[in-house]
């Protein structure tokens, strides 16, 4: 098989941006046979909305936004906490400039894909968490989607199923919307600008699969995130939610130190972790005292038990 | 600009752990074994310390060559 948008992103990281090819290596290495069928596929989707220069913007601005990461990370080693403290500070200096946030919204786009680390837990994703999905017209919500490539990767795979995603950013709302139009499941895709913690009120147990990822650590207090899943899923519903741990970007606010934080957040919200997955980047900073890690938990609702 | 230059490339040796590089405005990170982007930002922290200055990401995510690095130096030490 052949997958020449992805041999064209290569092409350009080697040319344009050498610094970043080790770290795209690792992540060839990491995807092994699923690297070029999963990046052609997040490319694809990327260059029907992009145009064929989409996919050297989206380089620039995933170098752009890792080189941002491994700089906050850095500080992070030095100052022993991340850089912000509160979401009002985010919102006045990032998620309410519209251009930053499309760029920072294409940059992560490709970390999924162009992390080793990010590799991993797509493929963990789909193949624990989507494999298992129900095919039969499934209500998924997504919490926060940004990019929209996690859950338009459900609808791409579950052709019966339907998605509404929830965003406080209108960046979100209109790149997750293009991607799942890019996709062709737009029709089964709905976006709507919307505090996602407001969903707690809710209709509950409306929902098949609840995707969430890489939001807890963005919000000062995660513990209301649980609760709105757990509101969501169906008894019989499955949650995918992925977070970073001493993992500092300019955005993150709630610093995770262990994954049982994680997994105990989850069970006081009355959900069940039936599976994990932690991942960890193949170099860190020399000398650091912080791994940074992503951890994807799969969740359930609790029965049957002590609550 | 020698004279920042040459306190650069006190920064490489110490940073890469090399006493034998020695760079140029030329240079880029293909001269320098090592040189990504994890390494990339190593430096960039040490640069600051060695200089008294702050980068921004964007300004660090840019730099093509050893000759923009340091007329970025050059730029953030004026008053």
């Given amino acids: 098989m052949t997958f020449p948008l992805t ?45 064929r220069q989409g996919i050297v913007q989206a380089v620039d601005e995933f170098v752009k936004f890792s080189t941002e990461v491994n700089l906050a990370q850095a500080r992070y080693e030095a100052d022993g906490h991340y850089m912000h403290k509160s979401f009002a500070e985010l919102l006045a200096d990032h998620y309410s400039s519209r251009e930053a946030m499309d760029d920072y919204l294409w940059g992560v ?3 999924n894909v162009l992390w080793a680390h990010h590799f991993e837990i797509c493929l963990f994703y789909r193949n624990r968490f989507l494999a298992k999905l129900p095919g039969a017209e499934a209500k998924i919500v997504e919490i926060a989607p940004g990019h ?7 609808l791409h795979r579950l052709a019966k199923s339907r998605l509404e995603g929830f965003d406080i950013s209108p ?66 519903g499955r949650a995918f939610v992925a977070a970073g741990l001493t993992a500092a970007q300019v955005d993150h606010i709630y610093e995770f130190r262990r994954e049982s934080e994680l997994v105990k957040l989850a069970e006081d919200a009355g959900l069940r972790m039936t599976e994990s997955f932690v991942g960890s980047p193949r170099r860190t900073l020399p ?11 799969i969740l359930a609702k609790r029965k049957g038990e002590f609550l | 600009m020698s004279d920042t230059l ?15 590089i020695v760079i140029a ?46 007329d970025l130096i050059e730029a953030r030490k004026k008053p």
Avoid at chain 2, 7 to 20: I, K, M, S, W, Y
Avoid at chain 2, 52 to 67: C, H, N, Q, T, Y
Wanted: with cysteine; aromatic share 8%; charged share 25%.
């Fill in chain 1, 287 to 297: 000398k650091a005292k912080f791994l940074p890690r992503s951890m994807a938990l």
């Fill in chain 1, 7 to 51: 041999d064209e992103l290569m092409e350009y990281v080697r040319a344009a941006h050498p610094r970043s090819l080790r770290g795209v290596e690792e992540a060839r290495q990491a995807g092994g046979d699923d690297f070029g069928p999963v990046v052609e596929m997040f490319l694809t989707w990327l260059t029907a909305v992009r145009g």
């Fill in chain 1, 171 to 236: 960046s979100s709302i209109t790149i997750a919307g293009s991607v799942s139009a890019a996709a062709g499941v737009g029709g089964r895709a709905r976006y709507e600008l919307k505090d996602a913690l407001d969903l707690a009120k809710a209709p509950p147990e409306s929902a098949d699969a609840v995707i969430n990822c890489f939001l807890a650590e963005h919000l000062e207090r995660p513990a209301k995130l649980f609760e709105v899943i757990a509101r969501l899923l169906k008894p019989d």
């Fill in chain 2, 25 to 70: 405005r030329q240079t880029t990170a293909a001269d320098v074994e090592g040189w990504d982007s994890l390494m990339h930002v190593t430096l960039m922290i040490n640069i600051e310390k060695a200089f008294g200055i702050r980068f921004s990401s964007s300004e660090v995510a840019g730099l093509k060559d050893v000759g923009e690095l340091a």
């Fill in chain 1, 109 to 111: 786009f490709l970390t």
């Fill in chain 1, 148 to 154: 929209g490539g996690w859950g338009v990767w459900a």
């Fill in chain 2, 6 to 20: 040459a306190r650069l490339n006190e920064v490489f040796h110490d940073v890469f752990q090399d006493d034998t």
